[in-house]
């Protein structure tokens, strides 16, 4: 069934060998016109297709999609239905675009179907209801355990027994390229006793990944760890952005608030899980062992490189952190399996985070945080600036691809600028 996935495919679309989109990727997004026309779209190299026009010219008669899949604003209606149809409209768009259909490409280039990526606007892909952000990487947690509380006790009782996680602000998230305001809330100053009403002066990035939900489970009932991976439609890049003095003062007793629901962003085209198959890695063995609705079979981490580079408004991108996505401790079948054993429904277009994901070595710390250890030390920019937290008018820019077998699968550039 994920034909899509033949590392021997070439398309006649052209593009370069190390682009994040080749034929064997078939992203998902949504991008819109200069005369605001929304497209449902994917991608090949450079080239958007709209397949809002594909299915428009009868390119998708022969699947047994849901009318008007793809006439809307976003991917909703789409993720509504079941894995074995987004597989079939993958293994399509390949098929189509696929070096050996020359009738197809005779006749997709006489309709208005592909875009060039540089005249189009991307937009939110998906209607997002409801927004989870998990705390799933061992050495991110490690981390803040030892700069905030006992150094050798850094991770709390529960998080070697559950996936933590906290219920964000859906609402704010935005799409790649969006400015981000620098927040405002209460700060308590060192020393001092009675906080202050100020502007954040510690703003941080957070590297981490999302995944989007199908339709899953009713109210009431839940998740089998087993078929979780049936729900996950694909991946994005995320940045979970983090004022760290005001979530500092405000997180004691119920956790994350103002210091995080400020804004949220994640990149434009959404990477599907079946695209990701031949990155699939073990994780880290699990210790103390979980309770039984969180034991799984197989390989369920996978092997994505992840880095992080700031722009400040005169300095080129400094490289200032390589991660991967293979460090995660609880993988994403454990945080949906988790997510709803309490009965919680999960829905089309719900969007879960990884948490800041760090690995084990300084050089792939995944915020601010971490690499200046709460600002004891200073990272340096291209041009000699040095930065232990963010400053107005740095852009913060995160990539992800896996590599494996000449094969390189990404997710593009998650791009966003503080004002």
């Known amino acids: 069934m994920l034909s899509a996935n033949n590392i021997n495919r070439k398309s006649w679309i052209k593009y370069d060998s190390n682009s994040d989109f080749p034929i064997q990727n078939i992203p998902f997004g949504v991008f819109k ?3 605001n026309n929304f497209h449902i779209a ?50 399509k768009i390949c098929d189509l675009f696929d070096l050996e259909n020359v009738q197809a490409k005779e006749l997709i280039s006489k309709e208005n179907i592909l875009f060039e990526h540089k005249k189009i606007e991307m937009v939110l892909p998906v209607k997002i209801g409801d927004y989870t952000d998990f705390y799933s990487s061992k050495d991110h947690a490690t981390n803040v355990g030892k700069m905030f509380r006992d150094p050798e006790n850094a991770l709390l009782p529960n998080w070697l027994h559950i996936p933590v996680g906290y219920h964000g602000r859906s609402s704010s998230i935005v799409i790649s390229g969006s400015p981000v305001k620098r927040p405002k809330g209460q700060i308590l100053p060192k020393e001092a006793k009675i906080p202050i009403f100020s502007e954040c002066k510690l703003l941080d990035f957070e590297l981490e990944m999302g995944f989007i939900t199908g339709q899953a489970n009713k109210l009431g009932d839940t998740i ?26 405000e997180y004691v007793p119920l956790g994350p608030f103002l210091g995080k629901s400020f804004n949220s962003s994640m990149s434009p085209w ?52 390589k991660s991967n996505f293979k460090y ?23 969007l879960m985070a990884s948490g800041t994901i760090s690995g084990p070595n300084e050089s792939e710390f995944g915020s601010m945080l971490e690499l200046s250890w709460a600002g004891k ?21 995160m990539k992800g691809y896996a590599v494996k077998n000449n094969l390189r699968i990404g997710f593009g550039e998650l791009t966003n600028t503080i004002i």
């Open 377 to 397: 030390k200073t990272i340096k920019l291209e041009n000699g600036e040095e930065r232990k937290f963010l400053q107005n008018g740095d852009t913060v820019i």
């Open 224 to 249: 089998n760890i087993d078929n979780a991976e049936e729900y996950i439609f694909g991946l994005c890049l995320f940045n979970d952005w983090s004022a760290r003095d005001i979530q500092k003062w």
């Open 270 to 321: 959404i990477i599907t899980l079946d695209a990701l198959e031949h990155f699939k890695v073990a994780g880290e063995k699990q210790n103390p062992e979980v309770l039984d609705y969180l034991k799984f079979k197989g390989n369920k981490n996978y092997d994505i490189n992840l880095e992080v580079l700031i722009k400040s408004k005169t300095s080129k991108p400094t490289l200032v952190t």
């Open 33 to 35: 016109t200069n005369k």
């Open 42 to 91: 994917s991608r090949i190299g450079d080239t958007i297709i709209s397949l809002k026009n594909l299915e428009k010219y009868g390119f998708f008669e022969d699947l047994c999609l849901t009318k008007d899949t793809f006439q809307g604003k976003n991917l909703n209606k789409l993720l509504k239905q079941n894995k074995s149809i987004w597989r079939s409209v993958r293994n």
């Open 328 to 350: 995660m401790y609880w993988n994403m079948s454990q945080q949906l399996a988790h997510h709803s054993i309490n009965g919680c429904n999960i829905n089309a277009g719900d």
